[in-house]
């Protein structure tokens, strides 16, 4: 490696962050970034929570007329799940040219407005509209996320970041389910209690934007744009803070491994360089959202198959759903520990196992205690995955590397919907899960074989070419 990169101030400013100790000026940053996190949540899982309300309005129906009719639940997934890949794959390079906090504070206020108005449609093509048109927001969001976390902490941290984040972003699951099982039966003012329940998700969003306007640009992508100035006075602000927290001063930094300066275009992540991580990551987001969604959307109608009231149903979602911000909280004591392919890989397993267990079940206590076994197999992927592909791109093109390989995962979910109805109605709930186990196997395959090793390891070292070999 060129030693002149290696000591260029961008190089320097990334190996000075990789070396902070965790404290509270670290957490708070992370404590806000995933407040964002916390309201994109909250509007992906309202689809279970609400969809009991919405059959009871005669909006939309369970199970369509043909494979791809615009009246049932399967419509409304897919509505969400067309604007997550448009945003994904169309619009979340605008973080890697604008900036990782412009983007991520403008992404949270159009999906806010878009979800608003949503809540006052009363048919199935003006619900799903603003479904879509709230999704690509989402969309745009969450990549920005794990983008700007992944930046902002040290690489000895990553995993256990991740793991809080998700564990806060996931604190919306149980409270949308309650919020539902409350106010489904309801009508306040008039408005069916579903609608109520879109409307708090959105009307909280505003709030959480105030509260953004606090947080830096991240210092990495200012270094990789040439604004030396700027990242170092971010940098040195962020050190101050951390200094005077841990009480000692701060340690010496590693060696600095340089980026490619130049701008990043997304044909990059084709180069030979990144080629098999982008296959790798796009397989895997293809079909690790069909196990995840699989559940988590369809759980109260899953069990409304099995002959469970609606009200037992939306009960519960609401105990399984605690397993969503619980289990990655837990979680903190291996994130780091683990590799994190492997945890990916593990996290599928767990999915496909529970998931059949669960196809199988009748009473009230194995459907529960299995039900957020799964729960806790999901948050695992969740973050794991999350926290692996942000790892694997250079800073120049993370957000459109991340932004294209996620948005697979949107992809696959638009039609997953669809076949699940039509699966569900033609094999029941057991036909359903063995479609899921199928497609946790190829994820566990491709990641398992092609995915590169990440753990205790920095950003620049991992993107650097040939850097990092499968294993």
Known sequence: MNASLAASPAAEITARLDRLPMTRTIWMLVLLISLGGWFDTYAIFLTGSIAPGMFADKIFTPTTVSLFGFTGLASFIAALFTGLFIGTMFFTQLADKFGRRTVFTVSLVWFCIATLIMAFQTTPNGINLWRLIAGIGIGVELVTVDTYISELVPKRARGRTFA?????????????????????????????GWRWVVIAGSVGAILVWLVRLRLPESPRWLAQQGRIDEAERVMRRIETNVEAESGKPLPKPEPAVAEDQREGRLAEIFSPAYRSRTIMLSVANFCQTIGFYGFANWVPTLLISKGIHVSQTLEYSFIIAFAYPIFPLLSTLFADRIERKWQVCLSCAGIAIFGILFAFQTAALPLIIIGTLQTMMNAWLSFSAHNYQSELFPTRIRARGVG???SWSRFSTIFTGFFIAAILQAFGVPGVFMFIASAMAIVIIAVGVWGPATNHRSLEEISHSGALQPR
Do not use: H, K, T
């Open 164 to 192: 809080i984040q998700q564990s806060i972003g996931f604190i919306p699951v149980p409270l949308v389910a309650l919020l539902a099982w409350l106010l489904n039966p309801l009508s306040p003012f008039g408005l069916s």
């Open 404 to 406: 294209f390989v996620y």
